[in-house]
Every structure is written in C-alpha cells, then in structure tokens.
C-alpha cells in the first residue's frame, strides 16, 4: 500500500513537471515566432534602404559621357 502511494506521488510529480514544461515549451514558440516576424521586418527595412542608396548612387554618380 505504501509503495503504491509513493508511486502515485511520483505520477503526480512527473505530470505536473510535464505540464510545466509543455507550458514552458509554448512560450518559447511564441517569442520565437515574434523574433521571426522582426527579424523579417529588418530584412524588408534593409532591402528598402538599400535601394534607396542605389538610386542615390546611380542618380548621383552616373557615368555621364
């Protein structure tokens, strides 16, 4: 009897540590679902900017023989 009290305990113990856990796991895949969508946006930033100093660049330094 005792040792399938402490069995049960142990049960209880292993469940709540896996929930604890699958909680902890979703909130990793939160963030880093927000890190990927800012991580787009500065690729998308940086492509706009880099355009613009390549208009910049043929606008102003274009070879005009």
Avoid: C, H, P
């Amino acid at each position: 009897v005792t040792d399938y009290k402490e069995l049960l305990d142990i049960l209880d113990v292993m469940k709540q540590k896996i929930q604890t856990t699958q909680e902890t796991l979703d909130k990793i895949k939160e963030l880093k679902s927000q890190e990927d969508a800012e991580v787009k946006e500065w690729e998308k930033s940086l492509g706009e900017v880099g355009k613009r100093v390549a208009f910049i660049d043929k606008t102003f330094f274009e070879d005009t023989n």
